[in-house]
């Protein structure tokens, strides 16, 4: 469901400085790096309503402190239980949120939320992480077929996923 907001009765046009289009995000990663990161894009994504889907860790707690926040399962490096926990959890999570649009950065955890995405018809963006300018990541290899939009941040990154959209550093 998408949101306008409107500070006006007049009628609708879409070159009006009044107009936001706010838009349901779920923001999906790992703590850590991946967090961080993804934290980087505060200016855009506060704008939205957002929640986030990451690990209970101690910094994630800290950075998330005031946002709302659904806490996966972790480990998921090798751990087919959690794979198949934080799969139940995506598929309950998207199917009640509804949002507009599912970002990650990775993780794990971003594979079984495209999935379901996917299936949901829900849009995604997956963001290449920053720090494998050489060597795509496997959750990007994972994710790439699943999203809608998939962005890198190194020039060298697009040798390995062709058509990817060329952001720059996030960081």
């Given amino acids: 469901m998408r ?5 006006s009765t007049k009628p609708f046009r879409a070159d009006d400085p009044d107009f936001e289009l706010r838009l349901r995000i779920a923001l999906v990663c790992s703590s850590g790096g991946h967090l961080f990161e993804l934290k980087r894009l505060e200016p855009w994504w506060q704008k939205h309503e957002c929640m986030w889907v990451t690990f209970d860790t101690p910094d994630a707690v800290s950075l ?6 659904v806490w996966a ?3 998921t490096t090798r751990n087919i239980v959690n794979l198949f926990r934080n799969f139940v959890l995506a598929a309950r999570t998207l199917w009640k949120e509804r949002p507009d649009l599912v970002v990650s950065d ?7 939320f495209f999935l379901v ?3 949901l018809r829900i849009k995604t963006v997956f963001i290449e992480h920053w720090t494998r300018p050489d060597s795509p990541t496997l959750t990007g290899r994972l994710c790439r077929p699943l999203s809608s939009l998939f962005v890198v941040q190194w020039d060298e990154q697009r040798r390995h996923y062709p ?3 060329l952001i720059g550093e996030l960081w």
């Fill in 117 to 119: 995405a996917r299936v």
């Fill in 163 to 165: 058509g990817a959209t």
């Fill in 64 to 69: 998330l402190r005031g946002e709302r926040v």
């Fill in 106 to 112: 990775g993780a794990g955890v971003a594979v079984p």
């Fill in 73 to 75: 399962y972790h480990p």
């Fill in 3 to 7: 949101h306008v907001k409107r500070r």
